[in-house]
């Protein structure tokens, strides 16, 4: 069974940057569509952005295109999540997500949370000045 965990959350000022970390256990992490997440207090549980499993393809929500970076290294079953120019919109926590799948369509159905095999405990980021 795949395991994650998350870290590198913290406190920010607006304009600054963040590196979240998703490292997996249990299971080989090169099978599994990786995607990140994020809760804010009273709202729901949104996609940010999803990675296949080789790392080829990507997808952000509108909200962090061209501020948030999705990546992950195989080799050290950790993908990670870069944020620059933070908002104080931004404030959630933050979760890592697994599908198995090796296709494209497969970060679609992550994305959207149609398919989640396991969830990351999560991380709080809070941007405020």
């Known amino acids: 069974q795949l395991q994650l965990m998350e870290s590198g959350g913290g406190l920010v000022q607006p304009g600054g940057s963040l590196r979240l970390s998703c490292v997996a256990s249990?299971?080989?992490?090169?099978?599994?569509?990786i995607g990140w997440f994020r809760q804010a207090p009273g709202k729901e549980r949104e996609g940010v952005s999803c990675?296949?499993?080789?790392?080829?393809?990507?997808v952000y929500a509108d909200s962090v295109e061209g501020r948030f970076t999705i990546s992950r290294d195989n080799a050290k079953n950790t993908v990670y999540l870069q944020m620059n120019s933070l908002k104080p919109e931004d404030t959630a926590v933050y979760y890592c997500?697994?599908?198995?799948?090796?296709?494209?369509?497969?970060?679609?159905?992550?994305?959207?949370?149609?398919?989640?095999?396991?969830w990351g405990q999560g991380t709080q980021v809070s941007v405020s000045s």
């Open positions: 997500a697994a599908t198995m799948g090796l296709a494209r369509f497969t970060i679609q159905r992550l994305c959207t949370m149609t398919t989640v095999d396991s």
């Open positions: 990675i296949t499993a080789g790392g080829g393809d990507t």
């Open positions: 249990g299971s080989t992490l090169g099978v599994y569509a």
